[in-house]
């Protein structure tokens, strides 16, 4: 039995994967096991910022592998208590929780904007307004607060207490409001919705707003987040800051993390017992994560990431003029969305045929997510592809 055969008898059948075996990978290309080369404008779903075994992560997690891999969280470990401060240092938070996964992440957020309002004051604040076409996750609470049925499809009942409203649109969110909403999860650029921003005057309303109600504000960085889109957190491109914040995909660069970043305020809705995971923050991840972070955040690395976005954009977008199938290119930073009019999953196959790695979403949108130190002349190879295919 060849390694595909097996997967396919022995594991779930939940995801559609396509026929290829990858068996290695090192910066921005991936090999199969026939050796062929890809050049990756994935990353594992913006996952492998730093491309596949950076030498410094391969490095780090040799050291720490042979260190101290896990004690739990009933102790102390200096590359949790150092990753924590670095991500506080880098951003509005004032305090992080750790998980495993994006999911993870948000139903901890999920968790804490409830907490927060469980005074003995007698508040019933509890639901959570989210976003049409948003994704949170597939855990009971992030796939009720995701906004696509096809997510939600089978698992009733769903929780209690969320809210949909359209993206974008504030007299939407004003509609919404009462007294027993607790907060807003949204994420700042939707990804597996489309690849669509927020509009920055919406995002400021929404801003205003929850102050005006004391609602917390929750961001889903989980893919945004991590210079995916030019800035070490992609509401920095807004000016305005969350009350929580959750990451994990590219985070410890592929190693399963995810966190949840609050304020001093909103981080009083947990107290000693009120949430817990096994596995969060190890000192393996963590490690990895403070070498990720430290590379990640240099303000050169960042910029770069935005030239390279703002170029790979410019070049999709000068097809439109020859390739009418294409209907929209957006996006931040090296994350980029190309909608087409066409079906996009035979394009993404004509890609892996060339040897480009890129994905699929929303029936006609391509995503691409490449490693943040994808070069221009690969982002040219791309293209010269792309129009060979279209
Ligand atoms: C914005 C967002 N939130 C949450 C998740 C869920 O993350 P995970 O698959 O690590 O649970 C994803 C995954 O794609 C995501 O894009």
């Known amino acids: 039995m060849n390694t595909i055969e097996k997967t396919d008898q022995y594991i779930f059948n939940t995801y559609g994967r396509?026929?290829?075996?990858?068996?290695?990978?090192?910066?921005?290309?991936?090999?199969?096991?026939?050796?062929?080369?890809?050049?990756?404008?994935?990353?594992?779903?913006a996952v492998c910022s730093l491309g596949h075994c950076h030498p410094s992560i391969t490095e780090t997690i040799t050291h720490q592998a042979s260190t101290l891999i896990h004690v739990s969280n009933l102790y102390y470990t200096q590359p949790q208590a150092d990753l924590a401060k670095m991500l506080v240092e880098k951003s509005f938070a004032d305090r992080v929780f750790f998980a495993n996964s994006g999911a993870e992440a948000n139903e901890a957020a999920i968790?804490?904007?409830?907490?927060?309002?469980?005074?003995?004051d007698g508040n019933k604040r509890y639901?959570?307004?989210?976003?049409?076409?948003?994704f949170h996750g597939r855990t009971m609470a992030t796939l009720t607060a995701?906004?696509?049925?096809?997510?939600?499809?089978?698992?009733?009942?769903?929780?209690?207490?969320?809210i949909h409203i359209p993206f974008n649109d504030i007299n939407a969110l004003k509609d919404a409001l009462d007294d027993t909403v607790c907060g807003?999860?949204?994420?700042?650029?939707?990804?597996?919705?489309?690849?669509?921003?927020?509009?920055?005057?919406?995002?400021k309303?929404?801003?205003?707003?929850?102050?005006?109600?004391?609602?917390?504000?929750?961001?889903?960085?989980v893919q945004t987040g991590m210079g995916r889109c030019g800035r070490l957190f992609a509401h920095e491109i807004y000016d305005i800051k969350p009350d929580i914040m959750t990451l994990a995909k590219a985070l410890a660069n592929g190693l399963p993390m995810g966190a949840m970043l609050a304020t001093e305020k909103a981080a009083q809705g947990f107290t000693i017992g009120s949430h817990a995971s096994?596995?969060?923050?190890?000192?393996?991840?963590?490690s990895v994560a403070l070498t990720a972070l430290s590379i990640i955040s240099k303000p050169q690395f960042l910029q770069e990431c935005r030239e390279k976005g703002q170029y790979f954009r410019e070049r999709l977008n000068s097809l439109k003029h020859n390739y009418t199938?294409?209907?929209?290119?957006?996006?931040?930073?090296?994350?980029?969305?190309?909608?087409?009019?066409i079906e996009a999953a035979p394009i993404v196959e004509k890609c892996l045929e060339k040897g480009f790695i890129i994905n699929a979403i929303q029936g006609n949108t391509l995503r691409f997510a490449p490693p943040l130190i994808i070069t221009k002349g690969e982002i040219d190879s791309l293209v010269e592809a792309l129009k060979s295919i279209l």
């Not at 995701?146 to 969320?162: A, C």
């Not at 999860?185 to 920055?200: F, H, K, L």
């Not at 309303?205 to 960085?221: A, M, Q």
């Open 18 to 45: 396509i026929k290829k075996v990858f068996v290695k990978g090192e910066g921005s290309t991936l090999w199969d096991e026939d050796g062929k080369k890809y050049t990756d404008f994935l990353a594992g779903i």
């Open 111 to 120: 968790k804490l904007a409830r907490r927060y309002f469980n005074r003995d």
């Open 325 to 341: 199938v294409i209907k929209d290119v957006r996006g931040e930073g090296l994350l980029v969305g190309m909608e087409l009019n």
């Open 184 to 203: 807003v999860i949204m994420e700042p650029v939707q990804g597996e919705g489309g690849v669509v921003a927020a509009d920055p005057q919406y995002l």
């Open 205 to 221: 309303s929404v801003r205003e707003l929850c102050d005006k109600e004391g609602l917390l504000l929750i961001f889903d960085e």
């Open 127 to 134: 639901k959570i307004i989210s976003m049409k076409q948003s």
């Open 278 to 286: 096994t596995f969060g923050g190890t000192p393996l991840v963590a």
């Open 146 to 162: 995701t906004g696509q049925d096809k997510i939600k499809y089978g698992f009733n009942p769903l929780l209690d207490g969320f």
